[in-house]
């Protein structure tokens, strides 16, 4: 298995853009989640998927965020319009049910 | 609250030096606790999972401890490698949910030749 692929890897855009982040979770796993790391704060939990239902996105910084999951082989985070704030890694993981989660490369966005 | 406090921020050491890194929590249910290793430019890996009854548990030069009484966790690495060079990162689950984590801010190890 190729583990959780992530694209773009880098992703540089002026602020007021939409941004769109893709996931492919690693198959067979029911569980999808989406973080993004910053030195300051470290890993967060945006958004939780189970059975590609959204569970939990308190995480979610604000409306400018959403996500989906229209089937178990793939998942977007969307941020529009984007923020210089939100420059930031975002990692994609996946598991299945409460086991170990496997993250991807993750996404390095710079708004400018 | 529940939180995840690690220490030291950052060390580092010369190879072949041992090491040891600290992991203290607040969660409150406790589920299990993991080390994940985030080397640079990369998404963390799982080194060890450890549940509330087991204290001690290795993964080659990595040995994980776990005082669920006292709410503590270290991680110790054995004759450090340069390979070692990342940064780890404590995280605990509670009892009520998947999504229930609590990410320390990691530790940021160098070893140097």
């Known amino acids: 298995d190729a583990g959780v692929i992530q694209s773009p890897r880098h992703e540089v855009t002026e602020m007021g853009q939409e941004v769109t982040l893709r996931c492919k979770p690693i198959?067979?796993?029911?569980?999808l989640f989406w973080y993004r790391q910053t030195m300051m704060r470290g890993l967060e939990l945006l958004i939780y998927?189970?059975?590609?239902?959204?569970?939990?996105d308190s995480g979610m910084p604000e409306d400018r965020f959403s996500a989906k999951m229209p089937n178990a082989s793939f998942s977007t985070l969307k941020i529009q319009p984007s923020e210089p704030r939100d420059s930031a890694v975002y990692f994609c993981a996946s598991s299945f049910g409460r086991s170990e989660q496997f993250f991807g490369p993750g996404t390095r966005l710079t708004v400018l | 609250k529940n939180q995840v406090e690690q220490s030291p921020q950052s060390l580092i050491i010369l190879e072949g030096k041992n090491c040891t890194l600290q992991?203290?929590?607040?969660?409150?249910?406790?589920?299990?606790l993991r080390w994940y290793k985030q080397d640079t430019g990369r998404g963390p890996v799982s080194l060890t999972i450890?549940?509330?009854?087991?204290n001690t548990k290795s993964n080659g030069r990595y040995t994980a401890t776990l005082d669920a009484d006292t709410k503590q966790s270290s991680l110790h690495i054995t004759a450090s490698q340069l390979s070692d060079s990342a940064s780890y990162i404590c995280v605990v689950s509670g009892e009520t949910g998947a999504n229930n984590l609590f990410f320390g801010t990691g530790t940021r190890l160098t070893v140097i030749p």
């Open positions: 450890m549940t509330f009854s087991e």
């Open positions: 992991c203290n929590y607040t969660v409150s249910p406790f589920s299990n």
């Open positions: 198959s067979g796993h029911n569980s």
């Open positions: 998927f189970n059975n590609n239902v959204p569970i939990d």
